[in-house]
């Protein structure tokens, strides 16, 4: 008789869904760990009203003190295409942040809608980068898509919705992991791994008990209280919740929180440390790490896929031809005020025109953006700068 094992299941979704939940209590996670840090994280709400809510303290925003609400939507795929507008309407989250707008916005909270998306954004799409940075309603084509994507009129009611969105690239789940656990014991130096694995076991599952809690029915009006009920408090997590934890750590003085918050959610922070010392916008920042993950992500596929070759000396031949030209370009531009920003458009501009040049086997299909995104983790790898703004005259 044969094993049930074996019968290819009808619907497997389940399990899909399963990883997808376990995702999200990574990234729940992430939060945590910055108020473990000493990190201006008040407290984090699962699974009410939206996947994540996390209640900041001290931002500008906030004139008279309060809490400043981030309410996030977050949302996985297996692609590892980068995303794009139609990928972020696809998927749904700016319907669900749309309702927790018209629920809360007469509460008198401040607050940022965040869709969270596992992976990173297209940076050729002009759309879904006005979007990420709260400026979709300048943005026609943007305003005019998600007008129709929610069926509502393109008036100001949309415009102060989009000034509150914002699309924030995750890292991906089988990465994210990793990442929590190294900060953690970045957090308690001297520990061994094993208590740290143990330490991090334990704040995954306060987070899943959060998430299970069952709401209330008014939710709509918790927020505006201050003293929320049982059914919600048991779905935050607060530093007396993880009090057991922290106690339990050895955090060095030396833990600085952009570091922390660098280690949580950015891809390459070599690359970012050399191009703020070039005085790099944060445009160029975020593009230059978008970038270079789409480049990681496409070599992997292709090593996947057998197509990448074997012989180590032509992907050599590549970095070395990328390092030349990089280094040519940083000579060139070293005395600008915001070296890093020319250097990086210098560069896009260099290999869009004529990437067979420098792509001859051709390894990255020949294509200008992700030949810059393999610029880039040259550049991590410390082979190059992006110029010192301190030397600029």
């Known amino acids: 008789m044969a094993d049930p094992i074996e019968t290819e299941a009808p619907d497997d979704s389940g399990s899909v869904t399963l990883r997808r ?40 925003r906030c004139v008279d003190g309060g809490l400043f609400w981030d309410f996030q939507q977050i949302k996985t795929r297996d692609s590892v295409e980068p995303w794009s507008l139609a990928d972020v309407i696809s998927k749904k989250p700016l319907k669900s942040l749309w309702r927790t707008h018209t629920a809360v916005r007469s509460n008198g909270l401040v607050y940022q809608l ?10 050729a799409d002009a759309s879904v980068t006005a979007l990420s940075k709260g400026e979709g309603a300048q943005n026609a084509d943007c305003r005019k898509r998600i007008a129709a994507h929610l069926k509502v009129p393109q008036d100001d009611v949309l415009d102060a919705f989009l000034g509150l969105v914002r699309v924030r690239p995750l890292v991906r789940r089988e990465d994210v992991e990793a990442r929590n656990t190294r900060v953690l014991a970045d ?43 049982p059914a919600v408090l048991s779905k935050r ?114 290999l869009h025109d004529n990437p067979g040049a420098y792509d001859r086997h051709p390894l990255y299909a020949q294509d200008g953006v992700l030949l810059t995104g393999r610029a880039c983790a040259v550049s991590d790898e410390c082979r190059f700068d992006w110029g010192d703004a301190r030397d600029a005259s």
């Open 237 to 350: 997590i607060t530093a007396a919740s993880v009090a057991d934890v922290r106690q339990r750590l050895t955090r060095p003085d030396h833990v600085l929180l952009e570091d922390l918050s660098e280690a949580l959610h950015g891809p390459e922070t070599a690359l970012v440390r050399k191009l703020r010392q070039g005085a790099a916008s944060r445009d160029v920042i975020e593009e230059a790490q978008m970038l270079r993950a789409q480049a990681d992500h496409y070599r992997l596929r292709e090593q996947a896929l057998g197509t990448w070759p074997d012989n180590p000396a032509v992907e050599t031949d590549l970095d070395q031809r990328l390092l030349l030209l990089a280094r040519r370009i940083g000579r060139a531009r070293k005395d600008h005020a915001q070296p890093a920003d020319t250097i990086f458009d210098d560069l896009q501009v260099a």
């Open 114 to 123: 965040t869709a969270g998306i596992e992976g990173y954004l297209d940076p």
């Open 187 to 229: 957090l308690g130096q001297g520990l061994p791994m094993s208590t740290i694995d143990a330490l991090y076991n334990e704040l995954l599952r306060l987070t899943r008990e959060a998430m299970q809690g069952r709401p209330p029915a008014r939710w709509t009006e918790l927020l505006a209280v201050d003293a929320p009920p």
């Open 21 to 60: 939940y376990e995702y999200q209590v990574h990234i729940a996670v992430q939060a945590v760990l910055e108020m473990l840090a000493g990190g201006t994280v008040q407290h984090v709400t699962c699974e009410h009203i939206e996947d994540i809510v996390v209640a900041r303290s001290g931002d500008p």
